[in-house]
């Protein structure tokens, strides 16, 4: 038995959420952790060294550590920490993948938290993120954090920069989050290639604008502001043709109330901030007829901004 | 005599202050008001109708009304005050035209603010920011607001959207701004062509991410990582080149302690932020040093944010 860890917990069970990248006006620096939905992750330290993965759900997601998402991230922490160490994990994930609702992130970001847990805290936090974007990298080829970050830090999180990495905590007002998974596939690699690589200035400017206006609304308790920047001039009107009800999904939720939304990270999700639960449950209406009209099997999810993200339950 | 103005002040003076534009990576959006330099207006409310513009400068302005700054920002308040007034206006102007430090901004804000008092107080902020863009529209061809909003707001301002006009205050700690105007020209017509008008996406993306982290720096107080997020990828690069001893400046200033800074405005000023003053000396230091050796003239200021705008100072 290693001795360092001899005092240590030998499993622990965590939640880890779902999450929205991008809000809107913030494509590939925001992102925000939801209370739900989230996955389960038991994992257990054992005497050998190793990693088992099994899965009581039904994605048939891989197992082999390196081609697992939460493997490929508790490797790149096993990598760094440089002792002998072994785990047995099981996963019963609740975010579904390919959802645009950070059901990789999740996975990753649930992995280094419960191991590092495991293993006596020696990682911050930013090392977690660093760790678990290896997790992601398997995922989608790229090493994002824009739901990593919110998922070991809680709340809303802004990547101001991903080389050197640069997260940044964004204190918010009590906000509702209404999101609705229309069933149908948007791949983040499709999505991100119909996105084109030049931009007009003018449209940049107003991109940074809003974004501003977002980070000062959030800071300043201000709905109305909050409400105002929630607007995205370059990405989403590429992206919402993918996926069927858009337009009508925020129009409608804006009708009934929502301060503002659009596409939860690639999509195919959309979501809405709300400032009262009552009008979430009305945005929420607003998004199932929709899709019941056209015809689309959904799931949708009234909920708030976690602000812990990933959440040690039993251990 | 117009009887609603009978109990009002005849006459009053104002400061009205420059202005720092950009502020690096918030091109047309973010604009902050400086303590120093200031010019000084004295406005009367005249019995008859009619404008009469006097200088007491050395800068040969325009006179008739409408090609004045700040004629034109009076004409354009007046119109809408829809009511016979005339005013006599004596102006002194000591930011100078041309530097970069939102000279005709000054003059454009200081006009409308110091009529509105004389007015009885007619308009909101939001309005005399509208009639300022007017003098902006003389001065430059474009109405920007983003250093009329610091002059009449105080502080540092987001123009989170010109149309509609969305003018957002945000807080800031203490700062110590260091300017240097370098004698040289820089039309804010040319340095505005020598723009593209498309951008890299991905330098887009980073742009928003040093905004958002610029502004979030600004409301938590975080001076690193306001420091951290004064990083322009897209225009200085291009401006800059105008700018001979620009790149002396920047590194000498940050070694000297500054947390950042960039082209002011169109430039050809410099201005750096300090979170002390004693740093704000020595980077004045670099710069007089740095254009002491490439022999052009210039001008410094050593000042500080300026919370409060145009100041009426007598009246």
Redesign the interface.
Known sequence: MNQSTGNLPKSVTVQSPASVANLV??????GMSLSNPYDLMKVERTDATGITIRHTDEYQLPTAPEQNVAGAALLALLHEYARPAGFDITITKCIKPGSGLGSSAASAAGMVVAANHLLGAPFGKEDLVRFAMAGEKVASGVKHADNIAPCIYGGIT????IFPL?I?T??APRLFVVAVHPQIEVKTSDARQI????????D?????????????GL??NDYS?IG??LEDV?IEPVRSMLIPGFAEVKKGSKEAGALGGGISGSGPSIFMLCEQEGIAHEVEKVMQEVFNQIGIAYHTHVTTVNPTGVTIVDG
Chains 1, 2 share one sequence.
Do not use: M, T, Y
């Open positions: 006006c913030g494509f590939d620096v925001l802004l990547i101001r920069s640069d940044v964004l204190p996105l084109r690589k030049e931009v007009l200035l003018k940049a400017i107003k991109q940074w604008g809003n974004i501003a206006g977002l980070v000062a800071l300043k502001l105002r920047s370059i």
